[in-house]
């Protein structure tokens, strides 16, 4: 259910259920959460870029496996639920930086997989952006938390309430997506290339900091920063990397 590549540094992971626009299935995301921990131990790969295979990035949940739903048990519907979040913080905290790729449609689960993402490149006239789950009467509940996280609580009502479907310029408007492109995979490596030129080390740091600082008062994200920022001077990295920048001037 999904295929990956690796190439100098890049790895590009597709979701690989074209037939049903790539709709999340429990296999394809416990493949995903398998690949993304392999990912992480794996220090020849930088950069991750998530892509959908065909038309489409990611439908959301499956039609068929939602049908499923309806006579599983409070606790089955829990362990399902606990699945996807696990996949969705896995992303959200990665070490390395993460692309979402959006070639297509990014609805629900979708949207909220690409959301988790650090960058967002989608396609400037094929990618879509929504959460339907109002729509039949579901809760887009964990997808939520991000959405608020990237756009903050007005838009995200917005969207979340209306269920509106939106196109990548809007999108891009209210700070959802990074970069439209004409050719999304394209510019994704693109991107990729040029963050593979920094520091590891560093990127990872600061994704730290970003992640946690949000979560702390003012004096205490200062408090926190102080520490990361002395951490980091002792680094081999900004070692090497101060003494090129020293030797270029």
């Known amino acids: 259910m999904i295929k990956y590549l690796s190439e100098n540094g890049t790895e590009v992971i597709l979701l690989n259920r074209p037939e049903k626009r790539n709709a999340l299935h429990p296999k394809m995301v416990r493949q995903l959460k398998e690949k993304l921990t392999e990912i992480e131990k794996d ?41 996807l979040a696990e996949l969705f913080l896995q992303v959200y905290n990665f070490s ?94 693109a991107l990729s290339e040029k963050l593979k030129k920094n520091s590891s080390y560093s990127m990872k740091l600061t994704k730290q900091m970003v992640l946690s600082a949000g979560n702390l008062n003012v004096d205490e994200a200062v408090d926190y920063c102080i520490r990361l920022n002395t951490i980091s001077r002792s680094a081999e990295d900004f070692k090497t990397g101060l003494e090129n920048y020293l030797n270029k001037k």
């Not at 929504?130 to 938390?145: D, H, T």
């Not at 408007?173 to 994704?188: H, Q, R, T």
């Open 43 to 83: 220090d020849s790969i930088k950069v991750v870029i998530i892509a959908g295979e065909g038309n489409s990035f990611c439908a959301g949940a499956d039609l068929e496996y939602l049908n499923q739903l309806r006579d599983y048990s409070v606790i089955e519907n829990e362990n399902d639920s606990q699945s």
């Open 96 to 189: 390395k930086p993460t692309i979402a790729s959006v070639n297509g449609p990014a609805i629900a689960g979708g949207c909220g997989l690409a959301s988790v993402c650090d960058f967002i490149v989608a396609n400037e006239t094929n990618a879509k952006f929504g959460y339907s789950e109002v729509k039949i009467g579901f809760l887009p509940a964990i997808v939520s938390i991000f959405l608020i996280k990237r756009v903050g609580e007005g838009t995200a009502k917005q969207l979340l309430l209306s269920g509106e479907i939106i196109d990548a310029k809007r999108a891009y408007e209210v700070g959802f997506i990074n970069y439209l492109a004409s050719n999304s995979m394209k510019d994704a490596l």
